[in-house]
């Protein structure tokens, strides 16, 4: 395996249900990430991990739980979610945790997770 | 409100010609650009960047203008071809976001044999 793999591709869930959302990188990288796509929107930054401390939150709601267990791993844990929080859920990877002289970090993607709330 | 905009949802272009993807954003202090190409069920990956020290960066068939009295990037693709067909991110980053990469809608690109 290499890349950003991230399980399951797809999920439909209750609002009621909880699941977990998983991202596992084979890349060696510091830094990892949960994106946000909604239909016709920007991909919307939520969570930020450097060295499996969060350093990001970008004002989401609780009912969306991130864990990184070590570097190589993120999951994003779901409960009582609401249908507009259906979404392609994008995790990523990126080298270092800053921005560093050489400016932005390059981020590689994960093919995402397309959740439906129903 | 958008800070990076692509205000094109769509573009069409015929194999061996130039495509021009355009994006803008409002916020003086971004001073790296990125764009990133997503085909269906992948994730985006990382195409060309360019830093506001620049004015044009390119890589191969790919050359990205910046624009910055004009808040304007653009990204030139020649020659086109059918591969090229998937939906371009225009990305953007400011030493004052920390790790956040603010995206641009997207532009879906369909070369045309």
């Known amino acids: 395996e290499t890349g950003v793999t991230q399980t399951p591709r797809h999920l439909v869930m209750g609002m009621t249900n909880k699941k977990s959302l998983k991202c596992e990188q084979h890349?060696?990288?510091?830094?990892m990430y949960w994106y946000k796509q909604s239909a016709k929107k920007p991909l919307e930054l939520m969570f930020v991990y450097n060295f499996k401390e969060q350093t990001e939150n970008n004002s989401v709601p609780s009912r969306f739980s991130p864990e990184c267990p070590n570097s190589s791993h993120l999951f994003l844990h779901l409960h009582t979610l609401q249908p507009e929080d259906s979404a392609l859920y994008l995790c990523?990877?990126?080298?270092?945790?800053?921005?560093?002289?050489?400016?932005?970090?390059?981020?590689?993607f994960g093919a995402g997770s397309r959740l439906t709330v129903l | 409100d958008q800070q990076v905009k692509q205000n094109s949802p769509s573009l069409s272009v015929q194999e061996g010609r130039i495509s021009i993807l355009n994006c803008d954003y409002t916020?003086?202090?971004?001073?790296?650009f990125l764009w990133y190409k997503k085909y269906p069920a992948e994730g985006p990956t990382f195409l060309i960047s360019i830093s506001s020290i620049k004015d044009k960066n390119e890589d191969g068939r790919f050359t990205v203008f910046l624009n910055k009295s004009a808040k304007h990037l653009s990204l030139h693709i020649v020659p086109s071809q059918p591969g090229d067909s998937a939906v371009y991110f225009c990305a953007a980053s400011a030493n004052n976001y920390g790790q956040n990469f603010v995206f641009g809608p997207g532009t879906r690109l369909s070369v045309l044999p």
């Open positions: 916020n003086s202090m971004f001073d790296y």
């Open positions: 990523a990877s990126s080298q270092d945790s800053g921005r560093g002289a050489s400016g932005a970090n390059v981020l590689t």
């Open positions: 890349l060696g990288h510091n830094a």
